[in-house]
């Protein structure tokens, strides 16, 4: 009997934003995140005499399932195995809101999948075919932070720990805007972004602005952690508005919360954002400043939800 896998999601410091290959999903650069603590998915497959994909209670039809049996097929394959699946998962993340769902949620279903047919893989190599589920998914099987390597193809291509159980006083608060799923989907919009003329500007940074994270991480430097981040966070958006045809994942209240970190910090309150596939802002900031900040953001936002997240784990199995 498979196992119900849980997976954290993960948010990128670096991010990944562009693709070499997009039927392997093999990165255009390599990215580093933090695994979070209070996002996650639980997954499990059982036997089923039909196809079906329940989220959240829910049978879904239509794009998502499509995409998780598409996926599942691309692994039997892979395996030499056959049959249909039921898939049951539970989203402790908003679902397609750019608060990593699809890390979390391909990192659970390539571990259930392995659980189910009682495959028992390296974890660099469950990496690997998470990533082939969505980008973002490699890097969710590790805890703490994460680096996922570019590599060169399908073999070199995966995520591996930094540092599992970071002492940094690391916070991150995930503000919740819109939890509604965004129109355009990561996958689309990474595709569409290569067509900047800044895109390759920004490819050529990526190996600099990875070594500076990476000293970051090593000294412990938590200024220069958030200012790279912010920073790579707004090479990403600017992007995207340099496309051809351009667009942006921000609505109205993501730049009142931009506004809103850069007062803060202007007022001696350390804090940082990074901004993901959608129009929520995560703060970074240090463990003393979490009440002030939360409370600035609800009485300056409506119907704002905050999670204040730390780092979280690996892969785990639970029944
Ligand atoms: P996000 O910012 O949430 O990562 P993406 O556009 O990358 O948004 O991915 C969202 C898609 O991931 C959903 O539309 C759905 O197809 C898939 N997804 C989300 N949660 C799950 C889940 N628990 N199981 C399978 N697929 C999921
Ligand atoms: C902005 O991993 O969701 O969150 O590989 O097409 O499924 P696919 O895309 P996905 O992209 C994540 C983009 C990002 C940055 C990041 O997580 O590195
Ligand atoms: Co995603």
Redesign the pocket.
Known sequence: MGKTVRAHANI?LI???GKKDERL?LPLMS?L?MTLDRFYTDTKITESDLNHFYLNGIEQIGQSSQRVFTYLKFLQDKFGVSGNLAVRSTNHVPTAAGL?S??SAFAALAGAFCSHYGFEIEPKELSRLARMG????CRSVFGGFVLWQKGEDDTTSYAYALNEKPEMDLQLLAIELNPKPKKLS??EG?KQATSSPFFKPWLQRNQTELDQMITAIQNNDFTALGQLAELNANE?HAINLTAQPGFTYFEPQTIAAINLVRHLRETGIECYYTI??GPNVKVITRLKNVKEITNQFVSQFDNVKIVNASFGPGLSYLD
């Open positions: 990128a991010k990944y934003w999903r990215s995140s990593a699809s890390s969505s980008g973002s998914a990561s996958t990474m990403m993901d596939a």
